[in-house]
């Protein structure tokens, strides 16, 4: 049984930075993929990044390249999302996942609870 377990979130302003954490724990396929999404009500979930754990291979939704930055621990175990430059359509609910999938939501089969990201003007 994978969990995941985010943390990191709050309320910032418009240009402040946050780092988000995902600590995983259980079996995770080395061939698998970490990654974030983040959705708001009525919405899809929406990629933003992954990264590989068997390599440090890193991908990122358009949106977000430049402004976020995705990375993980030497065991694969912890991801980290260093966002910066935030503005207020950032907020959303973000979520971390995991499985063989690198963009794709339904790619992805194990997901975390979710952590709170407010952006205000």
């Known amino acids: 049984q994978v969990q995941l377990v985010e943390s990191g979130g709050g309320s910032v302003r418009a240009g402040d930075s946050l780092r988000l954490t995902c600590a995983a724990s259980g079996r995770i396929l080395s061939s698998h993929v970490m990654g974030w999404f983040r959705q708001n009500p009525g919405k899809d979930r929406e990629f933003l990044a992954s990264i590989r754990r068997n390599s440090f291979s890193t991908f990122y939704a358009d949106s977000v390249k430049g402004r976020f930055t995705i990375s993980r621990d030497s065991a694969a175990k912890t991801v980290y999302l260093q966002m910066s430059s935030l503005k207020p359509e950032d907020t959303a609910v973000y979520y971390c996942?995991?499985?063989?999938?690198?963009?794709?939501?339904?790619?992805?089969?194990?997901w975390g609870q979710g952590t709170q990201v407010t952006v205000s003007s």
């Open positions: 996942a995991t499985g063989p999938g690198l963009t794709t939501a339904r790619t992805f089969y194990n």
